[in-house]
């Protein structure tokens, strides 16, 4: 079984930083991608960024520039540095490990989510 542990989030005002921490734990044989989504409130969850074993990162267009993936595989962490943070950040932002699983004859991802911690963004 695969446990995300999440830290970090709580309100800052616009322009601010806050840094959002995400340790696995469990039976992690092979992943595809690990990272972090965000929900606001009406809204449908979204990629915020995620890297995969090889190192590649993908960032959502609203992150670029702002924000910094960073995995430290030793530990089997990711980090989300955010920086000139703006209101419409606001959201709960969920840790995401997509592993991949055997399916019929070939393989398929699987999603294991995080709690979610909230990031609150005031003007």
């Known amino acids: 079984q695969v446990r995300l542990v999440e830290s970090g989030g709580g309100s800052v005002q616009a322009g601010g930083s806050l840094r959002l921490s995400c340790a696995a734990s469990?039976?992690?044989?092979?992943?595809?991608?690990m990272g972090w989504y965000r929900q606001a409130p009406g809204n449908e969850r979204e990629l915020v960024a995620s890297?995969?074993?090889?190192?590649?990162?993908t960032y959502a267009d609203s992150a670029k520039g702002r924000f910094t993936l960073s995995r430290d595989a030793a530990k089997n962490t990711v980090d989300l540095q955010m920086n000139s943070l703006k209101p419409e950040d606001t959201a709960v932002y969920y840790c995401?490990?997509?592993?991949?699983?055997?399916w019929g004859m070939g393989t398929r991802g699987y999603d294991y989510w995080g709690q979610g911690t909230q990031v609150t963004v005031s003007s």
């Open positions: 469990g039976s992690i044989f092979s992943f595809r991608a």
């Open positions: 995401n490990l997509e592993i991949e699983i055997e």
């Open positions: 890297i995969t074993p090889g190192g590649t990162i």
